[in-house]
């Protein structure tokens, strides 16, 4: 079963709007973290933001925040106020405890802004 | 301070031939990893190591060693590579936990196999 499943291969926004990237994990582990990355055309990897299992409060970094339910298993990335520096892929991570602390990757989502 | 650093960026083999990816980190991160990335597959963990001297496998080791002699270095090689290793490989190190610990990622290596 996959371990992170990313299910928006591609989505456009209009430059200001905000955008929502859907994320789904599956995990029996009571602690793990989750994380999302973003590589541009470029190619690097960039960590965005990270929400830890017992966090009560969603996280938030400046314009990106991760809308958490738990009870869902998802962990969306919202991106506020959408800037054509924003078009390029992300990506969803889980860590789990119990698996030695490994990394697990959706395939990912391009985001593409439009002027 | 320079993170994680990966040699080289790029490189051409022909099938059969050897070589060895290196990865650097100077953040004294006990875990180390290794990945590949092929289009709409996202990244694919292929060995990591949780310590020097220790290595373990990940999602897809076949065709690949690596060994982490010194805790800074990580290397992945390829003893007879093969077209379908054509692929873009990203190093990264992070603390050993707890798990709310995020992994820094190298530039990134793009191979190409003919």
């Known amino acids: 079963a996959q371990k992170i499943t990313q299910t928006q291969p591609g989505m456009f926004v209009q430059e200001k709007e905000a955008v929502t990237l859907d994320c789904t994990y599956d995990?029996?582990?009571?602690?793990?973290?989750l994380f999302w990355y973003k590589q541009p055309s470029s190619g690097e990897m960039i960590f965005l933001i990270y929400?830890?299992?017992?966090?009560?409060q969603n996280a938030t970094e400046g314009r990106y925040s991760l809308n958490f339910q738990k009870a869902r298993k998802s962990a969306n990335l919202v991106i506020s106020a959408s800037q054509l520096g924003d078009s390029a892929m992300y990506f969803c991570a889980m860590r789990e405890k119990n698996t030695g602390n490994q990394f697990y990757f959706g395939t990912g989502t391009s985001l593409t802004v439009i002027p | 301070n320079a993170g994680v650093t990966q040699t080289p960026k790029f490189r051409v083999l022909k099938t059969g031939q050897s070589m060895t990816l290196l990865c650097a980190q100077d953040?004294?991160?006990?875990?180390m990893y290794w990945y590949r990335q092929d289009p709409g597959m996202g990244l694919r963990l292929i060995h990591y190591s949780v310590g020097e001297g220790t290595t373990a496998k990940g999602e897809v080791p076949d065709g690949y060693n690596v060994s982490r002699l010194k805790k800074q270095n990580f290397l992945l090689g390829l003893e007879s590579a093969a077209p379908s290793q054509t692929s873009v490989y990203f190093c990264a190190s992070s603390r050993q936990g707890p798990s709310t610990d995020t992994q820094y990622f190298g530039p990134g290596t793009r191979l190409t196999v003919l």
């Open positions: 953040m004294n991160h006990e875990y």
């Open positions: 995990t029996s582990d009571p602690s793990y973290g």
């Open positions: 929400q830890g299992s017992y966090d009560q």
